[in-house]
């Protein structure tokens, strides 16, 4: 129950960051220096907490595979942030919700190559989780593309929906660095899980995972970037982008997901992505002062099913994995009774 209380906190988490990253780069700043910012702020407030839950009697020893795992996971993520927020400048906030609900197809694809899941075609709990993963994206995508007649409306309107919902400066050209970046984010879910069974410590990864991004982004904004003002935290609105995207948009967020990863497996932190499109329709309907519509109503039911498909199908081969476990490990003490029995017969 703990790991979907985290991955709600998480996406909640992640669909506040999208607000304000469109925000912040709608007044100007630019892709880089806000990865920059944000990731070293999160440094600095993972540092002492990983030394604090990771104390030295009982942390895992460093080997040359884990810290290049830290690269590797600090590359794809990056990468998967300077695609998402170039592809956010380009197009919407709106667009980017859409996209990211590839990452459970290509999350569950690269979880079967790498044999984190179990593949059986005759199965109830494979069909479920594929279904599932279906009618989940079909639903998020429903909630973004399709309204229909307003169930609920609100008089409130705010700054914020105006830079969300503004007009796009090039779509096609935003959802191809948002489809770039579904792939960059569902390989990093995948080495995410590798690294932490190597390395069980979760506020460690993810430290160095942001110290990583933001040495990547500090390098390339150096070479990338000529205009000093995009790094400029002036007007307070960037100040406090920076503060919420540091501490709860990198920090909590990625520590929280690491954590389920670990846990749970890289699939189940996958399949709550299409659960922060209906999150993300209640914050606007809520601060925001969207309406909502027939169309968020209808897919948010869709996504439900499609989610609770999945996770049935999760529990079913965890029961199975279970009882198999739990045979192997009687099938030896069974083989002795018969082999004494045999002996005493003779």
């Not at 040359?64 to 990056?78: A, N, P, R, S, Y």
């Not at 300077?82 to 290509?106: D, E, H, V």
């Not at 590798?194 to 942001?210: R, S, T």
């Amino acid at each position: 129950m703990k790991e979907y209380v985290g991955m709600v906190a998480a996406q909640t988490a992640q669909v506040l960051l999208m607000i304000v990253s469109k925000s912040a780069i709608a007044d100007g700043m630019s892709n880089y220096s806000f990865v920059f910012y944000s990731n070293a702020l999160a440094s600095l407030v993972l540092l002492p907490l990983s030394l604090i839950f990771h104390r030295s009697v009982n942390r895992p020893s460093l080997s040359l595979i884990v810290v290049g795992g830290f690269i590797v996971i600090g590359l794809l993520g990056f990468m998967a942030q300077i695609t998402g927020y170039t592809g956010i400048s380009y197009s919407s906030a709106t667009l980017a919700t859409t996209l990211l609900n590839l990452i459970p197809g290509f999350t569950f694809i690269l979880a079967i190559i790498c044999r984190m899941e179990i593949i059986q075609f005759g199965s109830s709990a494979t069909q479920a989780k594929f279904i599932g993963t279906v009618v989940s994206v079909a639903g998020a995508i429903m909630v973004t593309l399709y309204k229909g007649p307003p169930i609920l409306s609100s008089p409130l309107k705010s700054e914020i929906l105006k830079n969300l919902t503004a007009q796009p400066s090039n779509w096609v050209l935003g959802g191809i660095f948002l489809a770039i970046d579904a792939v960059f984010a569902s390989m990093y879910i995948i080495a995410q899980a590798f690294v932490l069974k190597k390395y069980p410590a979760e506020m460690i990864v993810m430290n160095a995972y942001c110290v990583v991004c933001t040495i990547l982004s500090g390098l390339t904004s150096l070479v990338v970037e000529d205009d000093l003002s995009s790094y400029s935290l002036q007007p307070k609105k960037r100040l406090l982008s920076i503060l919420y995207s540091g501490i709860f948009g990198s920090a909590f967020q990625v520590t929280v997901q690491a954590w389920c990863v670990r846990r749970k497996g890289p699939f189940f932190v996958a399949m709550f992505h299409p659960v922060g499109i209906v999150i993300s329709t209640f914050i606007g309907v809520i601060f925001l002062g969207d309406g909502f519509y027939l169309g968020s109503l209808m897919g948010s039911i869709i996504v439900v099913i499609g989610f609770y498909s999945v996770m049935w199908g999760k529990a079913k081969e965890q029961k199975i994995v279970a009882v198999s476990k739990t045979e192997d490990e009687h099938a030896p003490l069974l083989q002795d009774v018969e082999e004494q029995m045999t002996r005493s017969s003779s």
